[in-house]
């Protein structure tokens, strides 16, 4: 992650927190073998099958992890929320599970 031209690396206790948080909200994601793609690179290949959470996309992590961060320092009255897509729906999930208001604005081009 990048903020004003820093590099900011969580530490590994950060990690292990995230880690059990999510695991209270999430079921481990499936591991499935990929022949094809075993054969084709001469290794194990595996598909982590993020697709199975809940809004479709691994976004759905971040949302969950940011917004209980955040609620620590206090109360939390609206989240917003700019996406087409994947982010937008994490963020809506998210704040949904916690009992918060959520806006999500899309470009009026992004559905067609």
Do not use: D
């Not at 927190?17 to 290949?45: C, D, M, N, W, Y």
């Not at 897509?85 to 470009?107: D, Q, T, Y």
């Amino acid at each position: 992650m990048q903020k004003a031209g820093l590099s900011i690396v969580p530490s590994i206790a950060t990690i292990r927190e995230a880690q059990g948080f999510l695991a209270k909200h999430f079921a481990p994601t499936r591991l499935i073998h990929a022949p094809f793609l075993s054969q084709a690179t001469g290794t194990s290949v595996y598909l982590k099958l993020e697709t199975e959470l809940p809004t479709g996309s691994f976004k759905v992590r971040g949302a969950f992890w940011a917004l209980a961060q955040r609620m620590k320092r206090g109360a939390i009255r609206e989240v917003v929320a700019c996406s087409t897509g994947n982010h937008g729906a994490a963020v809506a999930a998210a704040a949904k599970e916690f009992a918060i208001a959520a806006r999500i604005f899309l470009r009026r081009t992004a559905i067609r």
